[in-house]
Structure formats: C-alpha cells, structure tokens
C-alpha cells in the first residue's frame, strides 16, 4: 500500500471515531424537549422584569437628569479619544519598509551622482 492511501485510511478512520464521540457527547448533552436545556435551568425567567439599571423611564415631556459623575466621564472620555487621535496620527513612522524605501532612494541618488559625474569626467 501506498503512503498516501495508508494515510488516507488512517484518517477516514479518525474521522469516523471523532464522529461517532462527537454524536455520543450531543446525545447526552442535548435535552431533547423533556425538562431544563443547557441555557434555560429551573430559576432564569423568560422575561426581564424592571427597567435598565433598575431605573423607571421619565414621564412624558421630561428628560433625565444627569448624575454628578456623569459629565466628568464624557468629556474626559472625549477629550482622550481627540489627544489619541491627534497622537497617533503625529507619531513618527518608524517602521523597516519605511527606512528601507529611504536608504533605497539615498542609493539611487548616489547612483546617479557617480553616472553624472563619470559622464562629466569622460567629457
């Protein structure tokens, strides 16, 4: 027998014993109907009660009023998303490509120095 067939036997059977382990495991795992799932045990509620962080929404025609902590959070947090901003977009670029492609140029220039000057030598 080949190597590649050996090997393609070898894994058609691993295949079919990871398969056969897997349905076994989904069997004892799944509820099937019959009493609590795997996410819904004795205890959670179908439906939320209450209001979102436990407070009642304004009446109508009134807005909420700001907590003390509030404004604080929100302009710090604006004003560290505008001094990243403007931070990392005046950081320097210090990557290889870009010193690669600089000292490429450099290259090129004495390059063409020694070919004009060599032309102006010849002359």
């Known amino acids: 027998m080949s190597p590649t067939k050996a090997l393609a036997a070898a894994a058609a059977v691993g295949g079919g014993m990871l398969r056969s382990r897997l349905r076994s495991s989904l069997r004892l795992r799944s509820s099937g109907g019959e009493g609590a799932g795997r996410w819904t045990t004795q205890g959670h509620e179908e439906r939320p009660k209450g209001y979102l962080f436990n407070r009642p929404p304004p009446p109508p025609g009134e807005s909420r009023k700001w907590e003390d902590w509030e404004l604080p959070c929100y302009v710090t947090s604006f004003l560290t998303i ?15 490509e870009t010193w690669a492609h600089q000292k490429a140029l450099e290259r090129m220039q004495q390059q063409q120095q020694q070919i004009v000057a060599a032309a102006v030598d010849s002359e």
């Open 82 to 96: 505008v001094i990243l901003g403007v931070g990392l977009n005046a950081k320097p670029d210090l990557t290889i």
